[in-house]
């Protein structure tokens, strides 16, 4: 007769918590608004950029 194997024998890794799968509210805002902030930067060099160029095109 086949030995019946325990539900110890296979331990089920434990779930993460929703508390230790993301960060902390403040620290998610922070990173946020910091993308944010570099894609203003970025839209505003690119929008700069353009006007230069478009600037010497009519010069």
């Known amino acids: 007769?086949?030995?019946k194997k325990?539900?110890?024998d296979h331990p089920v890794p434990a779930?993460?918590?929703d508390k230790a799968s993301s960060p902390?509210?403040?620290l998610t805002a922070g990173i946020v608004a910091?993308?944010?902030c570099m894609d203003m930067g970025t839209e505003t060099i690119r929008f700069f950029w353009n006007r230069l160029?478009?600037?010497?095109k009519t010069q």
């Open 24 to 26: 902390p509210l403040p």
């Open 53 to 56: 160029q478009q600037g010497q």
């Open 34 to 36: 910091a993308q944010a």
């Open 1 to 3: 007769m086949p030995e």
């Open 15 to 17: 779930k993460p918590t």
């Open 6 to 8: 325990q539900k110890t």
